[in-house]
């Protein structure tokens, strides 16, 4: 995972956006009614008030696990499809040429695709023509390759195996990257901190200090859970993100490997 130093500059423009947000919202609702006028309705604003507060207490904390969640999944996901496509080298391995270098050579080149091409595409939710490209060229190296030895045999179920594993946890990792928190989901929270936040101007509290701190730390308990949100939600993009590190283990590994062995080199990618 990947977590800039901007992410903590971010994260504090996150909370004092929204704390002068708030503070401006209190003061509106303060010019808009009296004190009088709040303290006779102190009775029904606190029922209203404990509604509301817990329905937007648990929106947020859904979506907030959710996200957190989501991330997680993403991170799993990515070090399964990299351990199928380490698997599948190594099993290529047992393989007579020149399947065996074939194969293994075109598992490097998806490496190299999914690290410089895919990697940078994802962030803005898109994906790269160049890796799944390779990917493909992967399943084509073994066309028309037929096990003969007892331990070609045993290997070339278990190789289709990863291969096709690997695929779908290709497809799973690029929808994560494509869709992030829903629009709907957005709406739901922002009316919700609004509403929390109007809440808390009107009370009528003769102490003004008292009064912008209470709103203050609802504001950045709001905002902080906002920013995870943010942070969680879009697991290969922003502050906070999967980095392709297993990945670049992969490309160590076939680096050492592929050398080692007169002819390794293979046909180029497709």
């Given amino acids: ?14 909370m004092i956006g929204g704390v002068g947000g708030a503070l401006v919202l209190v003061a509106i609702t303060r010019l808009l009614f009296k004190g009088d006028v709040l303290r006779d309705a102190h009775g029904v604003t606190g029922n209203l008030l404990a509604v509301t507060g817990t329905l937007y207490a648990v929106t947020l904390g859904l979506i907030v696990v959710d996200a957190m969640t989501r991330f997680e999944q993403a991170v799993d996901t990515v070090q399964q ?13 047992r393989l007579s040429e020149p399947a065996r270098s074939r194969v293994q050579q075109r598992c490097r080149d998806y490496a190299v695709a999914v690290v410089e091409q895919e990697w940078p595409a994802m962030a803005a939710g898109r994906t790269s023509a160049e890796a799944r490209a390779a990917m493909t060229s992967i399943t084509r190296a073994l066309d028309g390759f037929e096990p003969v030895s007892a331990s070609e045999q045993a290997v070339f ?3 289709v195996e990863q291969i096709s594993s690997l695929w779908h946890h290709r497809r799973e990792r690029l929808g994560t990257a494509a869709f992030g928190i829903p629009a709907i989901e957005w709406v739901a929270l922002f009316v919700g901190a609004v509403a929390t936040i109007v809440f808390t101007g009107l009370f009528a509290v003769d102490n003004s200090r008292l009064h912008v701190l209470l709103t ?6 709001i905002g902080l859970n906002l920013y995870l949100v943010s942070l ?4 290969f993009a922003g502050d906070l993100s ?9 490309l160590a590994i076939f680096d050492e490997m592929l050398p ?8 180029p990618g497709t």
């Fill in 1 to 14: 995972m990947d977590m800039q130093t901007g992410g903590f500059v971010n994260c504090g423009l996150f």
């Fill in 81 to 93: 499809e990299s351990n199928c496509l380490l698997e599948s080298f190594h099993l290529a391995n």
């Fill in 157 to 159: 179920p278990l190789l």
């Fill in 216 to 221: 203050v730390m609802v504001a950045l308990m």
């Fill in 232 to 235: 969680f939600g879009y697991p």
């Fill in 242 to 250: 999967v980095s392709a590190a297993t990945f670049r283990h992969d």
């Fill in 260 to 267: 080692a062995r007169p002819g390794s080199a293979g046909e």
